[in-house]
């Protein structure tokens, strides 16, 4: 079975400072998706990245960076010099590999604050 | 370039009714999903289309639910006979149907049964 636990329910910042979204997850799966999406008040999953098992690269796009870790199976999320713009319920979430069928399996979501 | 479309945005049922929710899907894509999001909680899956094809239902949580998509593009979820516990947000999403296409989601609808 599949599980991804976000162990934080509420998290708030004050604008600019860092912020890492936590992220970990079970999977009897050798090769396997990793999923971060967003979803503001508007209600819209709005994709953010999807990282595959095999690569173990850290990545970065502008103030965003994730880090894998599959020795620890965790999936972290770091927004730099965060802005109110970035407040919204972050999902982490965890598909099979191959075909086109992405059941996905989110965990509950980090709600994020970033006030000014 | 319009997104995933679903309608109703919001739907209010009284217990025992009928409903029936609509997604429209990007143009073109192939792959269509249903996902239940409770208050609170990440979405869970219901169902994948590949075309109108239903290749996965498994998430279904009853018998009183059913999905459809007859010509490949807009799709149905219908829940029967509505309980309180049906309340909750459902998400529509497409993709292109390629290892590599990520999914597209809508902005739900949401269904509160009283």
């Known amino acids: 079975a599949q599980k991804v636990t976000q162990a934080q329910t509420e998290i708030s910042v004050v604008e600019k400072e860092d912020v890492t979204l936590d992220c970990v997850y079970e999977t009897r799966d050798t090769t396997y998706y990793l999923f971060w999406y967003k979803q503001p008040p508007s209600g819209e999953l709005v994709f953010l990245i999807r990282r595959n098992s095999f690569d173990e690269q850290n990545e970065i796009s502008g103030r965003y960076s994730w880090n894998f870790q599959k020795s620890t199976s965790s999936f972290n999320f770091t927004i730099t010099a965060s802005q109110v713009v970035d407040s919204a319920v972050y999902f982490c979430?965890?598909?099979?590999?191959?075909?086109?069928?992405?059941?996905?399996?989110f965990g509950k979501g980090t709600l994020l604050t970033v006030n000014p | 370039g319009a997104g995933v479309s679903q309608s109703p945005r919001y739907k209010v049922a009284k217990r025992g009714q009928d409903v029936a929710l609509r997604c429209d899907p990007i143009s073109g894509h192939v792959s269509l999903f249903w996902y239940q999001q409770a208050l609170g909680q990440g979405p869970e899956f219901l169902t994948y289309f590949q075309n109108e094809a239903q290749l996965d239902k498994s998430g279904l949580p009853s018998d009183r639910f059913f999905a459809e998509r007859p010509e490949g593009s807009v799709s149905t979820l219908k829940i029967q006979r509505t309980q309180q516990e049906d309340s909750a947000v459902y998400l529509c999403?497409?993709?292109?149907?390629?290892?590599?296409?990520?999914?597209?989601f809508g902005n739900g609808t949401r269904l509160t049964v009283t």
């Open positions: 979430a965890l598909s099979r590999k191959g075909g086109s069928n992405y059941k996905l399996t």
């Open positions: 999403a497409s993709s292109l149907g390629q290892g590599n296409s990520p999914l597209h």
